[in-house]
């Protein structure tokens, strides 16, 4: 069985109020965003981590997709990725921004391909401008980095359900250990090397109340 895990539990600190919410193609975000996963056959499952508050009102929004589940999400994302591990029951675990509600169903599918293959995968993109690394607090410039190797990591990342479950619970009980995705999760915890599957520019995540804009200018029916 393939799982879809995704997380929306956060609590939208820098776009000023629940993002979920907001009408992208007419629709709120979160629907958006499970109907990417619903439309893939190959996802037989999708656990979607809500905070206590919204348990109620996203269980209803979501009532339509018989697959769905709704579970609480923990004070972290590394808590509410853990609590949807252990609430799910695939094999392997397809894991999402709630946030990112343009993500093509084609590149899931390329993505589910190639964990089938190798374990642990995740989407990324090519930066499109030229990036630079600097010293320390200094801004002073210490290297060009190459776009050819360099990418901005996107989700939808999967792992098989045994990498990413030890992986989460170490993560939970070492918490100094805060995390900026699933696949530094992974690597810092078991030391598993973790394989890019190249994304997709459309599949922004929606951060800022500008982006919700953008979102609507990019929004087309799932394919």
Known sequence: MISAL????G????FGKNKMLVPIGGQPLLLRTVQRFAACDEIEEIVVTARATDLAHYTSLLDDFPTVRVVEGGRERVESLLNAIEA??????????????LVPPAL?????ACVHR???A???VNPTATVKLTRGESMEIADTLPRSNTWIAQTPQGFRRDILLEAARRAVRQRYFVPTDDSEI?????GRTVTIVPGDHVNIKVTYPQDVAIANQLYQPCD
Not at 6 to 9: D, G, K, P, V
Not at 88 to 101: E, M, N, V
Not at 108 to 112: A, C, G, M, N, V
Not at 186 to 190: C, E, H, L, Y
């Open 6 to 9: 995704i997380t929306a539990a």
């Open 11 to 14: 609590s939208s600190t820098r």
């Open 88 to 101: 799910s029951s695939g094999d392997i675990l397809i894991t999402h921004d709630g946030a990112r509600p």
């Open 108 to 112: 899931i599918r390329e993505l589910i």
């Open 118 to 120: 190798t374990g642990a």
């Open 122 to 124: 995740m989407t990324a």
């Open 186 to 190: 992974v690597a810092v915890m078991t």
